[in-house]
C-alpha cells in the first residue's frame, strides 16, 4: 500500500485510478515493473534532491505505451507531426518519445517536466534533468533487474546520478553494438556528453 499521491502535479489526478487504469492495459509483467520505476525513482529523487512526485509519476507511467503495436506508434508520428526519421526505428525507442504522446492524450498527464522524462527513458538527452536522470536510472535498477553489470550499476546510483547515466549509456550502447542493433542517435549525443559528466 502506497501512501502517497499525485495530486500535487495535476490536480485531481488520483493514484489508485491510474494504477488501475494501467494494469487493465498491461501485462502484470510490465504493470509490476512500473511500480518497482516508481518505488525506485522516488527513492532517488528524495536522495539526490529531484522532484520526488515528478520522478514517481514518470517512474509509474514510463513504459505506459510499450505493449502498444507498431501501427498505433507509426498512426501517433504521423499524425502528431514527430520528427519522420522516428519511422526508421521501432518500439524499443518509440515507447519513450511517441508514448508520451500517448500519455498526454489518454491520461491528461500535460506536466512536460514528467512527459520529457518519459520521452527520456528510452535515448536520454545531452540536457536530462535531475527527474529524467532519476526515472532513467530507476528503469535500469529497479530490483528485478539481473544482468552482468548490475551490480555495478547499483554502486554508481548509490555515489552518483551523473556517473549512474553514463554507466547506463555505456552499458546499453555496448548491447546494442554487440546485438547487431540500430542506436539511434539521440543515444550517441546522450553518451558522449554524459561519459565525460559521471566518473566512471
Ligand atoms: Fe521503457
Ligand atoms: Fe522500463
Not at 510499450?66 to 508520428?77: L, Q
Not at 535531475?130 to 535500469?140: G, L, N, P, S
Request: hydrophobic share 40%; charged share 30%; with cysteine.
Amino acid at each position: 500500500m502506497t501512501n502517497f499521491n499525485y495530486d500535487k502535479v495535476k490536480h485531481g489526478l488520483d493514484r489508485e485510478v491510474l494504477v488501475n487504469q494501467m494494469k487493465n492495459q498491461m501485462s502484470d509483467f510490465r504493470f509490476t515493473h512500473c511500480l518497482r520505476v516508481e518505488q525506485v525513482s522516488r527513492d532517488l529523487a528524495v536522495k539526490y534532491g529531484a522532484d520526488v512526485d515528478k520522478a514517481g509519476l514518470a517512474g509509474l507511467l514510463h513504459d505506459y505505451a510499450k505493449e502498444r503495436s507498431d501501427k498505433e506508434f507509426i498512426d501517433e508520428i504521423k499524425s502528431k507531426h514527430l520528427d519522420p526519421e522516428l519511422l526508421n526505428y521501432n518500439n524499443a525507442i518509440w515507447h519513450g518519445i511517441v508514448g508520451a504522446e500517448i500519455i498526454k492524450d489518454e491520461l491528461g498527464i500535460a506536466d512536460e517536466d514528467v512527459l520529457n522524462a518519459i520521452r527520456r527513458h528510452t535515448v536520454g538527452s545531452t540536457n536530462m534533468t535531475q527527474v529524467d536522470k532519476c526515472v532513467f536510472v530507476a528503469d535500469f535498477i529497479e530490483p528485478k533487474r539481473d544482468f552482468p553489470g548490475i551490480e555495478a550499476a547499483r554502486k554508481y546510483a548509490d555515489k552518483s546520478l551523473d556517473s549512474a547515466v553514463a554507466y547506463e549509456l555505456k552499458h546499453s550502447i555496448a548491447h546494442l553494438v554487440d546485438k547487431n542493433r540500430e542506436i539511434y542517435p539521440a543515444t550517441f549525443d546522450s553518451y558522449n556528453y554524459w561519459i565525460s559528466k559521471g566518473e566512471l
